[in-house]
Every structure is written in C-alpha cells, then in structure tokens.
Antibody, heavy 124, light 107 residues
Framework: EVQLLESGGGLVQPGGSLRLSCAAS????????MSWVRQAPGKGLEWVSV????????YYADSVKGRFTISRDSSKNTLYLQMNSLRAEDTASYYCAKSSSIFGVVPSYGMDVWGQGTTVTVSS | DIQMTQSPSSLSASVGDRVTITCRAS??????LNWYQQKPGKAPKLLIFAASSLQSGVPSRFSGSGSGTDFTLTISSLQPEDFATYYCQQTYSIPPKFGQGTKVEIK
C-alpha cells in the first residue's frame, strides 16, 4: 500500500525551528517529486515547497523562501522540511504529497498520495 | 505567479443535484489544472488531473473540462459523500497555486 506518514509537528515559539518528516512506503521513493502543502486553521490549501525525485531541484513559495528547506533521504525513504525563523502565520497543518507522475519536478498531473498531516503551532 | 480564482466560494445543493464549480486562471495554463476534494479533518484527494482526466477510483459522476484560463468541475448527481470542499490547482508553472476553495453544503 502506498503511504505517507508525517511527524515532527508541535508547539514552537516565534523565531524557533522545527523539522518535519514524511516517511514514504509502497512506491519507488526516488522516482517521484515530493511536495509540502499547508493549511492554516479554517483556511485553504497553500503549496509550500517541492523537491525533485533525486533531490537536485527545489522550489519554495515566496512566503517561506529563505526560512524553510526541503530535503529528502532516499536511503530512508523520507522527506523533510526544516523550518526556521517560524512566525505565527506559519501555524498550519502540514501535508506531504507525492507527485502522480515520475516526470519533472512540477507535479504536472497533480498529487495523488497525501499524508494525514502534522500540526505546527507557532505561539508564545 | 499565476492566480487561481474559484466560484462560487460556497454553494448549497441537494442530493441528486447537478453541481458545477468554476476555476479561472490569471493566464493560460493550457490543461495543467487539477481538482481535489477535501473533507473536514482529512487530507485532500485528487479527483481530476490534466483538466479532464479522472483519477483512478474516482466515481464517474465527477468530470472536468476546460482549457486555457477557464475550467469546470461538474458533479452530475450529488451524493451524500460529496459534501466537501473542492480546490483547483494549476501545475503549469511554479508556484503551483490552489484556488481558494468551494464548499459544497447540504441544502
């Protein structure tokens, strides 16, 4: 079964750091670009970042550029999101998602597998 | 960045109704448009990719159409399990932004 399982969320003070993890199983992890998408409480979906299958290409939303870093470890089938200089507006549920196509870094044909989400709360 | 605008933001409908949701891109995205369904407390689910292709396992009452800047998601006969929020997403270019969502509620 294809599955993604996020972890690492929690309560952090403004200016603090957190690292999210997403453990993948059931598919050839290194063949697919992977994304992080977040959703603030009661709000819509916001794409955060994407990394290519082999990790050589990464892109970020302007709202997190310079503060967040996406990475992956194919030996562990795990995707990461290192979040630094956290702000109140980063409070959200964070989902990892798999591109449905093996081609390219942009998830051209959508994201077909999603994790259950992990919650990040930035508050003093 | 390409902006995505959905309409309406919410709608009320009855079981059996035909429902149409519209998504407009700020510039042409050819057919790089996907639709997702999200239920409260759950992750989004891919319904339609490439504007009109039905994702495996998705009921045939869901369909998508459009190209360029204007797209439509249609539910031909609304079922109780279809009450949810629907999002479009452009994947023509980075950042692959989502629309603001359309909440489909029970009438």
């Amino acid at each position: 079964e294809v599955q993604l399982l996020e972890s690492g969320g929690g309560l952090v003070q403004p200016g603090g750091s957190l690292r999210l993890s997403c453990a993948a199983s059931g598919f050839t992890f290194s063949s697919y670009a992977m994304s992080w998408v977040r959703q603030a409480p009661g709000k819509g979906l916001e794409w955060v970042s994407v990394i290519s299958g082999r990790g050589g290409s990464t892109y970020y939303a302007d709202s997190v550029k310079g503060r967040f870093t996406i990475s992956r470890d194919s030996s562990k089938n795990t995707l990461y999101l290192q979040m630094n200089s956290l702000r109140a507006e980063d409070t959200a549920s964070y989902y990892c998602a798999k591109s449905s196509s093996i081609f390219g870094v942009v998830p051209s044909y959508g994201m077909d597998v999603w994790g259950q989400g992990t919650t990040v709360t930035v508050s003093s | 960045d390409i902006q995505m605008t959905q309409s309406p933001s919410s709608l009320s409908a009855s079981v059996g109704d035909r429902v149409t949701i519209t998504c407009r891109a700020s510039q042409s995205i050819t057919t790089y448009l996907n639709w997702y369904q999200q239920k409260p407390g759950k992750a989004p689910k891919l319904l339609i990719f490439a504007a009109s292709s039905l994702q495996s396992g998705v009921p045939s009452r869901f369909s998508g159409s459009g190209s360029g800047t204007d797209f439509t998601l249609t539910i031909s006969s609304l079922q109780p399990e279809d009450f949810a929020t629907y999002y479009c997403q452009q994947t023509y270019s980075i950042p692959p932004k989502f629309g603001q969502g359309t909440k489909v509620e029970i009438k």
